[in-house]
């Protein structure tokens, strides 16, 4: 296209994200229209992207980080063909794929969910690492970010990740509009202070009037010829580009323009240029998945291991037998044992360093391209990266995530090593599987079964080794449990999961030494739970005691309830967790002082029988 | 104190980390023998520091970022005679205040939890900003911070935050050992990399040798000198200094030495030199805090109001009441409506960007010196901060978070803008208080009574204005609720919070209609819950529906369950919450499609009232 023809372009897409934020009554024209014209350029260009086969191994990958300029997007796709008119139009409204803020669920165009600032970069640095090292087809990642979002420490994790990747093949581009939500930026139009911390990071920093489509597309040509390390295009911008009553004011964020008709006039009016967008090259996928035999590791009966251990090494199987598995650690590999795979699959191991934001974001952008992703850290510190997780739920991400060290289990290293709330966070996202095993060959099955569950998938593991109560050959379906001990005569039913198991175990024996059978069950799984078992233990016993190394809410106890919540009779119910704020101390004097080891539970049992109520 | 005794205490601190992790058989010596130079000149030379008056206003304030190293600081507790040998040997034992990871619930001298890392430095600038913006009795901040944990980004939010703010009173000192856990940094003994950033951030950086003690004392001077900025030391250190079977190798973090009394003799053996810590200047605050009337606003019934609007207005209210009242907002104060504070007190308003982690931190700092911190930005981006809750929690401090555009209700801008894992997140945390509104008066009242709470209090408000539905001399004591219908006939319970109460009231209306009454409680206290008055509905109607905006796990449901969780005969249960993945639509449509809205209420009554079950 010649300039003029990209001139009007950016024009195009500024009148399509007013017309589409006046329809919807609602969304953020004017932070489209600070970006119109790199959009316009981008598209015309250099994008090689073919809409009609997204999953076309060597298309280019957009990543709108800047998520609530969604306007600009759709009046791109629809500049491009993706979309028509008529569709453009369902903006924001009931049932329509062009949500407030653009989901890789409704859109097939769309990487990555964003909406919340400072993630796309982090998830198009992950996409740029599978290109690089494991797609090695070519295609270029291009993220368009706002300048507010810089101030998000995820945005330097991802800085820092993608320079010390050698990520040549990403592209960050800067709308500098200076204007947030509220208000100026801290840099306002100082490109030259965001270009000196992205060189400090090791960046090719282009710093560019963002509204010269010329300079713009030279830029772009820059970027793409740049070696060895990744690009940020830094351009100048006004918010409201184009029409006056808007054009760099504050206080219309995230507003429709008060007079669309006479801003589209501004513009030039309604146009319909199409825009023939680069096909990307031939490719086929270098990678040929291989799919093999899946040898887990088998641990005897009797034997003490840790589930951690477990996990590293069926890990390590898991990788040899399928070709799509990767792992990524936030530099505790040698703690959560990810390293047995780091060193079976050297170049399916992604060392994060201690960033867990752009752990998990890696994780997100590997499986936007097909990856299957292990992500492990300490669970505690796995709440670093809640948001990060919440919106990889979004997305419908298949991401995988092992939390070790979980509970006051973990002994001397006190509180802030112990994951205490991480079933809470993991459970309380949208169609997740929160799974906890309590032994060795446990671990190895679910390990292996969580790859074939949708969305995001959580294990919990254990620091300390625990006796192995399961067979090799025993099966553990996601959603399913153990019951572990069972008699006629049982009095109230135990429900344990992890390293609870084995305590419960141990109550359920000094009881029956005091003639008070119980039921013992293992509910591994948390999320979904076994609602069938848990009712006949419910109808069976009348009574059900739940211990956890967790804090009483949004744990096993709540898990519980979801077998009851149909308005059927409810079993009594009590619930042993760690109500305390622990200190320091030895495992075993963590779990008694938090009340959930085995003398505990027998006791609660034994009030429960003898009085009704335990409290 | 002379070079010499400076070398010999730097020593002396060796071997008491050592001794220390040898006697708990657990800890982390080598990563405080590379900081032991940095800390023996720091607090023989410029730590102004009254051991006996932890609270003095003019003490200096120094934070462990790298909290792992908890045994250097209780060397050098020892040092300055604070703590004696008998009670360095307890270290990481039940029952004693040296854990493993300091916490200030035990020590008077630890300003806050540390252990997760990138948390400190984020703190830290929190309490320079009190010293400069308001305490301004001239007492400096020092942090030590490993360098592994640079790779995290709340470190850069943390860097943007101090610099943007000029706090010469603040110096990080970065212990460069160059090995993290699992081994090699990315950046080595590369000080200049690290350099680069801090510059480009705008600190004031200083490269020095962390052994050499003269050097590191001329450093510390130039720190202090250093005006209108903050000061970085980057010092190359060696992990393991000054035994030669740990030096500057890998795999022994976090591990006592293998020979200890080797080691300390090699380190020239048990010593007991004793610092004179230089005493702070004589200062009383400053700000003599007011403490005045409080004239909260007030709504009429019937009213259309936000609860956003109600907190925005009530603690402006409170900040004109009390001078300790502080507030901090992630740069959306326009939607929170903390800009009604910002407007009415700007010297006690801190904006605090697009930067949700720094926001939570800098409010743990302002807490850490007695003021009392209100955090405001959407729901949904707190879970961006969940780790630094998690460590506030554990420090038990008393912040007072306020999540705005909770759930479904906001409407048009989709699932990444919807605080719909929230209430599960922090009901989760320890002692912690979470409280819902559905009315302004309501809000109001809450947003004062939350100050008096202990530890983390959070409070959700709508985007969406609603019905003013209480009067505004109605109190609303936090563990409280309120029944807002009941009948001697009712046939089940309704029990809703916040935006879900309305819902709840109108579906009261068509099943009274249906000659079906149903109880209505508003329970806006989540955590705590009112037993009482739920097991009184209990026994009155046998079942309760409970209606979240919200997801299923982890909320208001679970909540309700605490009331009966001793063992006693429980209601039937019917829980209605978000189950799906929304996009796009009106706030009505999205309360709809969720099931949430007085017609998927009134439905479920009808069908657990004829049926006994509702699926």
């Given at each position: 296209?010649?300039?003029?023809?990209?001139?009007?372009?950016?024009?195009?897409?500024?009148?399509?994200?007013?017309?589409?934020?006046?329809?919807?009554?609602?969304?953020?024209?004017?932070?489209?229209?600070?970006?119109?014209?790199?959009?316009?350029?981008?598209?015309?260009?250099?994008?090689?992207?073919?809409?009609?086969?997204?999953?076309?191994?060597?298309?280019?990958?957009?990543v709108l980080?800047?998520?609530?300029?969604?306007?600009?997007?759709?009046?791109?796709?629809?500049?491009?063909?993706?979309?028509?008119?008529?569709?453009?139009?369902?903006?924001?409204?009931?049932?329509?794929?062009?949500?407030?803020?653009?989901?890789?669920?409704?859109?097939?165009?769309?990487?990555?969910?964003?909406?919340?600032?400072?993630?796309?970069?982090?998830?198009?640095?992950?996409?740029?690492?599978?290109?690089?090292?494991?797609?090695?087809?070519?295609?270029?990642?291009?993220?368009?970010?706002?300048?507010?979002?810089?101030?998000?420490?995820?945005?330097?994790?991802?800085?820092?990740?993608?320079?010390?990747?050698?990520?040549?093949?990403?592209?960050?581009?800067?709308?500098?509009?200076?204007?947030?939500?509220?208000?100026?930026?801290r840099h306002g139009h100082d490109l030259d202070a965001y270009a000196r911390r992205f060189q400090a990071f090791g960046w090719h920093t282009i710093e560019v009037d963002g509204h010269d489509v010329d300079a713009v597309d030279r830029a772009y040509g820059e970027a793409l010829s740049t070696v060895g390390q990744p690009t940020v295009i830094l351009a100048r911008t006004l918010k409201g580009k184009g029409v006056e009553a808007a054009q760099d004011r504050e206080g219309l964020h995230g507003k429709p323009l008060k007079d669309a008709d006479e801003a589209i006039e501004e513009l030039g009016g309604v146009h319909d240029i199409r825009v023939e967008v680069q096909p990307p090259p031939a490719a086929r996928m270098?990678?040929?998945?291989?799919?093999?035999?899946?040898?887990?590791?088998?641990?005897?009966?009797?034997?003490?291991?840790?589930?951690?251990?477990?996990?590293?090494?069926?890990?390590?199987?898991?990788?040899?037998?399928?070709?799509?598995?990767?792992?990524?650690?936030g530099e505790v590999s040698d703690s959560t044992r990810s390293e047995y795979f780091a060193k079976e699959h050297?170049?399916?191991?992604?060392?994060?360093?201690?960033?867990?934001?752009?752990?998990?974001a890696a994780a997100v952008g590997l499986a936007a391209r097909g990856w299957v992703p292990y992500v492990s850290t300490f669970a505690a510190f796995l709440t670093r990266a809640h948001d990060f997780v919440r919106m990889a739920s979004i997305s419908g991400s298949g991401i995988n995530l092992i939390g070790s060290h979980a509970g006051v289990a973990i002994g001397q290293d006190g509180p802030s090593q112990m994951g205490l709330e991480d079933l809470a966070m993991f459970r309380a996202l949208h169609d997740s599987t929160?799974?906890?095993?309590?032994?060795?060959?446990?671990?190895?099955?679910?390990?292996?079964?969580?790859?074939?569950?949708?969305?995001?998938?959580?294990?919990?593991?254990?620091?300390?080794?625990?006796?192995?109560?399961?067979?090799?050959?025993e099966e553990f379906p996601i959603g399913g449990s153990k019951v572990l001990r069972v008699t006629a005569q049982d009095r109230l039913t135990l429900v344990a999961a992890g390293a609870t198991v084995h305590e419960a175990l141990t109550a359920a024996d000094l009881l029956a030494a005091d003639g008070i059978p119980v039921q013992v069950i293992d509910l591994y799984s948390v999320k979904p739970v076994d609602r069938r078992t848990l009712r006949e233990a419910a109808e069976h016993t009348g009574c059900l005691i739940t211990v956890e190394d967790h804090r009483e809410e949004g744990g096993l106890g709540d898990a519980v309830l979801d077998a009851f919540l149909d308005g059927r009779p409810m079993p009594r119910l009590v619930r042993l967790a760690v109500r305390t704020m622990p200190g320091s101390a030895s495992p075993a004097e963590q779990m008694h002082a938090a009340g959930i080891d085995a003398e505990s539970i027998a006791a609660s049992a034994k009030l429960l029988v003898e009085h009704a109520v335990v409290r």
């Open positions: 296209m010649k300039s003029r023809q990209l001139v009007d372009l950016g024009q195009q897409l500024r009148v399509d994200s007013v017309r589409a934020a006046a329809a919807a009554g609602s969304g953020h024209p004017t932070s489209s229209m600070s970006a119109a014209d790199l959009m316009a350029v981008l598209l015309a260009h250099h994008l090689r992207y073919d809409f009609e086969r997204p999953a076309h191994p060597a298309n280019d990958r957009f980080s800047k998520g609530h300029a969604s306007p600009l997007l759709y009046a791109a796709y629809k500049a491009a063909g993706a979309i028509n008119e008529t569709e453009l139009m369902t903006f924001r409204r009931l049932g329509s794929r062009l949500e407030g803020h653009p989901t890789p669920r409704r859109l097939p165009w769309v990487e990555t969910a964003t909406g919340s600032l400072g993630q796309g970069l982090p998830v198009g640095v992950g996409i740029a690492l599978s290109g690089k090292r494991l797609d090695r087809v070519g295609y270029r990642v291009w993220v368009l970010c706002g300048d507010s979002e810089l101030a998000e420490g995820s945005i330097w994790e991802a800085a820092e990740h993608a320079a010390y990747e050698h990520l040549d093949n990403l592209t960050a581009i800067v709308d500098v509009n200076r204007l947030g939500q509220r208000g100026p930026t270098l990678h040929a998945v291989r799919t093999g035999h899946l040898d887990l590791p088998r641990y005897e009966l009797g034997d003490q291991v840790a589930t951690r251990d477990a996990f590293g090494q069926a890990l390590a199987a898991l990788g040899t037998a399928r070709g799509d598995i990767v792992a990524l650690d050297p170049d399916r191991f992604f060392e994060c360093y201690i960033a867990e934001q752009q752990l998990v929160v799974l906890y095993p309590c032994d060795a060959n446990q671990a190895a099955k679910l390990v292996a079964a969580m790859a074939g569950c949708e969305g995001i998938r959580y294990l919990r593991t254990s620091r300390g080794a625990s006796p192995v109560v399961y067979g090799p050959n």
